[in-house]
């Protein structure tokens, strides 16, 4: 199969896709399409028999409570079900750092839907739940609230889950040390679907 690591084209209109923005669908025949957002929720409208109306949104940079900025980039998914506006932040072309979802009716208006997601983004920005110590490991802040999504490192060949927290990637034995100086307190843990908030 061919690599879609790298910025491919879509196999439909042929425009440069960027990585986060691209969407694999297999073929009947067992071969890959890659299509665009565009392309692909298009045909998804078509399917549902529904008028949709594709909107490119320009990336958006937004300062967190240290002032470092945050570029985040934007693409829609349609579902059967929902729509869902993607805000992935990318540093030199590359995912990384933050990364957030909404969904709403198919049928919304995507600006609407995309001011939602805004809002996320602006309320997560002014959140901080971990900080660097005097010997830069990171510390959670004195709130003792952690917020974040599990994802995984390639790199971890112990299949351990990789976390990002404020931006950050924490991995499992950094966040075990984060909590060593809370022995003997308790924690409450709870995970809920990437489109909730928290
Ligand atoms: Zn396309």
Request: include cysteine.
């Amino acid at each position: 199969m061919k690599n879609f690591d790298k910025d491919s084209l879509c196999s439909s209109c042929n425009s440069v896709v960027q990585s986060h923005d691209g969407i694999l669908v297999g073929q009947k025949s067992g071969e890959y399409d890659y299509l665009c957002t565009k392309c692909y929720n298009e045909s998804i409208a078509e399917y549902l028999g529904i008028n949709f109306e594709h909107i490119s949104f320009e990336p958006i940079t937004v300062s967190d409570t240290d002032g470092v900025e945050h570029t985040f980039h934007f693409s829609i998914r349609l579902l059967p079900n929902m729509v869902i506006i993607r805000a992935v932040e990318m540093k030199e072309g590359i995912q990384d750092g933050y990364e957030f979802h909404v969904n709403d009716d198919v049928e919304e208006d995507l600006f609407y839907v995309f001011k939602k997601l805004f809002e996320k983004i602006k309320r997560a920005m002014k959140q901080k739940h971990i900080r660097c110590d005097n010997s830069m490991k990171y510390e959670i802040t004195d709130e003792g609230v952690v917020r974040g999504y599990i994802t995984s490192s390639l790199e971890d060949e112990r299949n351990l889950p990789l976390l990002v927290i404020d931006g950050k990637n924490v991995t499992w034995d950094e966040f075990g040390k984060m909590l060593t100086v809370y022995e003997g307190f308790n924690f409450k843990m709870e995970i809920f679907d990437k489109m909730e908030e928290e």
